[in-house]
């Protein structure tokens, strides 16, 4: 990954050809790109491989929940790949976490981050009331981050407002992959807790997610331009 520019923009795509036109207009202006599980269940492994094959570090959203054994298993099938993250939901608990880790690791240096899915930004706190989950948004963000440290995940995804509590509660070191990020005047979509890339860089995210602000702009190439050199004047 890239510390110089911690943008990493969202290719919500099934069709490769769009998914590879869009990141090669914004590999020059960006840190990196994701991939979802739209993208991957419709192109498989191959097409994530053509994705990486760009050169850019790769963000697989592929959100494994499920018994700890089978995503050990659905780790260790994404390493050939050559992804530099990948992520699990931090609601398997603690034992899931840990085989995913431990099944990232057998990859040595070439080892991905592997990163906890904590509460979905398009969550809100009534959102969380109807699924059984009591107190606020962030008090079960960090309860979940608690947990996805101490069974070795890399970090987890948050929203920007969570970073200063997590990074007062575990430390610098933990990563930070915020998604809900839009630019000044952009539409909200489906996401209800957004920051700014500006602000989201300045609270301390590791990594800004960004989708549809770019890629459904007309230009995606002078969108992600727009972006770096807000976050980076001097990079204009």
Do not use: Y
């Amino acid at each position: 990954m890239s510390p110089k520019n911690p943008v990493f923009c969202a290719l919500d795509t099934t069709d490769v050809a769009q998914a590879l036109a869009w990141a090669r207009a914004v590999a020059p202006f960006v840190g990196g790109l994701k991939i979802g599980l739209e993208f991957f269940n419709a192109n498989g492994p191959q097409g994530v491989a053509k994705i990486a094959e760009l050169g850019v570090p790769v963000f697989a959203d592929l959100k494994l929940h499920d018994i700890p054994n089978t995503v050990a298993g659905g780790i260790r099938a994404v390493l050939p790949l050559g992804v530099s993250i990948v992520n699990v939901h931090t609601a398997g608990g603690a034992a899931m976490m840990r085989a995913a880790a431990d099944a990232a690791a057998t990859a040595g240096a070439k080892r991905p981050k592997v990163i906890g899915v904590t509460v979905l930004t398009s969550l809100d706190q009534t959102d969380l009331a109807a699924i059984g989950v009591t107190g606020s948004p962030s008090e079960q963000v960090l309860r979940l981050a608690k947990l996805a440290k101490g069974s070795g995940l890399d970090g987890v995804v948050c929203a920007a407002h969570e970073i200063e509590m997590l990074r007062r509660e575990l430390g610098r070191d933990f990563m930070l992959v915020v998604p809900g990020i839009r630019p000044a005047g952009a539409a909200l979509g489906d996401q209800k807790r957004v920051v700014t890339p500006k602000e989201g860089h300045a609270l301390g995210a590791d990594v800004l997610v960004i989708g549809r602000p770019i890629t459904g702009s007309a230009d995606p190439a002078a969108a992600a331009r727009a972006i770096r050199d807000d976050l980076f004047p001097a990079a204009a």
